[in-house]
């Protein structure tokens, strides 16, 4: 199903183009779901008319995506900046270590620390604005709303206060139009909870338990135990109500219902027309259970399959480096950042995978997109007067989304993400550089050579001269300074 079906199963009844407002955070990894479906129904439609309210922060990446996309090579949307901080910038300045998304992240899992997690996605994860920022980002909407008048509403699954200012508007009877929720995530994440037989106890792991899928026997108990857990959160967890009545009170809605992720899938989705997903069942969890679901809700379910923007017209040459083999995805979102030790050890599986899927005859490549730790990763040296660089200075890089080529391993990053890759070398480095190159090193040890490139291609091993001589290909943006690995 293509992007475009949001639209055309939403709207329904209307006739001419639709007005269509999409409220979305400007994170990428939620707002590219909305892109993509933007982008497709300029595709069959360039006279359609779209609205985004976003945080200033999506505005360039908007002009860089859909500019000239419209008629004549027009801008094709029109973008209504939303006052207050960014959801990630939010959870930045945090001061509290217990609320704070990377503290909370990098604790392992066990019987004190998993619960500790649940606590901060229950309570703080979906709601990490103030009362203040929330009630203004809400009359933001409402005022955007009354300008536009769209006939369709696209929310963000986890933009809280657009959520609720969408759903509570319309509740009040003032404006009419059709909500939907448009998100990325896996089917599981909106039905598990409904399955027979108290499956989401024993079946699905729970959030912040690192169980392994399927539970095996011994861990039940556990993830029974984080269930209970997370029940009592919901029924003690004072944070939602009190941020209700704030807003409730600041904005003048004295109905008002905070709508946030956890509570509107528990909810049934109260309010909400449709719930557009970007999977689908034949690629989503084969264990979903999808026959004994309430049909009511089930109903307005639209799986679409993987939203996203056609690769060939953007980028050719990624395009053609994915047509040669099944590719793994390596995108733990946007969100997450790694050090090296982390990377490492996500290079050692991803060398395991691929050796393994070799032996049986099958060649794999990976699409991995790395953000790396600045905080918790050492800097090292690698200006004048470093040994790499003299070896180093005079390349640069094409500003193309690639990584790296060899015949054991195979990284990108995806266009939209930030230029980070994992390579085959023998020790850590640093490079800054703007045009792709080859490097030629033996596993042993030191650099061999390096040899400019026109094309990300992986050479001949008989290029190589014998022995265990490997060659990568690099390529990337020019942004921050990156590492490289070999394992």
């Given at each position: ?24 955070n400007?994170e ?81 899992p ?9 606590k ?11 009362a203040e ?11 955007t709303?009354?300008h536009?008048?769209p ?34 995530n896996?089917?599981?994440?909106f ?15 729970v959030?912040a ?26 029924l003690t ?36 027309d449709?719930i ?12 979903l ?10 109903a ?13 017209p ?8 994915l ?9 733990l979102?946007s969100?997450?950042?790694?050090n ?25 490549q ?10 918790r ?23 193309i989304?690639?990584?790296l ?7 990108q ?17 640093r490079?800054?550089?703007?045009r ?24 001949n ?27």
């Open positions: 199903m293509s992007p475009s079906t949001v639209i055309q199963a939403a709207s329904g009844i209307i006739m001419a183009p639709p007005k269509v407002l999409m409220l979305v400007s990428l990894g939620q707002a590219n779901v909305f892109i993509a479906t933007a982008h497709a129904l300029l595709q069959e439609d360039p006279g359609v008319d779209i609205h985004f309210a976003s945080f200033p922060a999506l505005q360039e990446t908007l002009r860089d995506a859909l500019g000239g996309a419209g008629d004549h090579g027009s801008t094709p949307f029109t973008f209504h900046p939303l006052p207050g901080r960014a959801m990630f910038k939010c959870f930045q300045e945090e001061e509290d270590l217990n609320n704070n998304i990377h503290t909370v992240s990098l604790q392992k066990g019987v004190r620390n998993s619960p500790n997690s649940q901060f996605i229950m309570t703080k994860a979906f709601l990490c604005w103030t920022e929330f009630a203004s980002i809400y009359k933001s909407v409402d005022a709303i009354d536009v008048k006939d369709i509403v696209l929310v963000d699954t986890i933009f809280t206060p657009a959520i609720t200012a969408a759903r509570d508007i319309r509740a009040n009877g003032s404006k009419d139009y059709k909500l939907a929720i448009l998100s990325p896996s089917l599981k994440d039905v598990h909870h409904l399955e027979p037989g108290l499956a989401a106890f024993w079946k699905w792991p959030v338990s690192a169980n392994m899928m399927p539970i095996p026997w011994y861990w039940v108990p556990f993830n029974i135990y984080l269930v209970l857990r997370m029940i009592w959160l919901v967890n004072k944070n939602v109500a009190n941020m209700g009545k704030k807003v409730a009170k600041l904005v003048g809605s004295p109905n008002l219902e905070i709508a946030e992720n956890i509570s509107l899938c528990h909810n049934n989705m109260k309010g909400i449709k557009f997903i970007g999977s689908r069942a034949e690629v989503d969890f084969p264990e259970d999808l026959v004994n679901l309430p049909q009511d809700y089930w307005r379910i639209v799986p679409c399959g993987p939203i996203v923007r056609p690769i060939q953007i980028e050719p040459e990624l395009s053609a480096w047509q040669r083999r099944p590719t793994v995805l390596v995108n979102g969100h997450c950042v790694v090296e030790t982390e990377a490492v050890d996500m290079a050692r599986s991803l060398r395991r995978m691929m050796d393994h899927s070799r032996k049986s005859g099958k060649e794999l990976v699409l991995w997109k790395m953000k790396k730790d600045s905080i990763s050492p800097d090292l040296e690698t200006g004048p007067g470093s040994v790499l660089y003299a070896r180093f200075s005079a390349l640069r890089l094409r500003r989304p690639c990584a080529f060899s015949g054991y391993h195979q990284s990053t995806p266009y939209w993400g930030r230029g980070q890759f994992c390579a085959s070398l023998t020790t850590v480095v490079i800054h550089s703007t792709p190159y080859a490097l030629e090193y033996r596993r042993s040890s030191s650099l061999a050579g390096l040899t400019p490139m026109t094309s990300p291609t992986e050479p091993s008989s290029e190589l001269g014998g022995g265990e001589a490997q060659r990568v290909v690099l390529a990337g943006r020019n942004q921050n300074s990156r590492r490289f690995w070999w394992m």
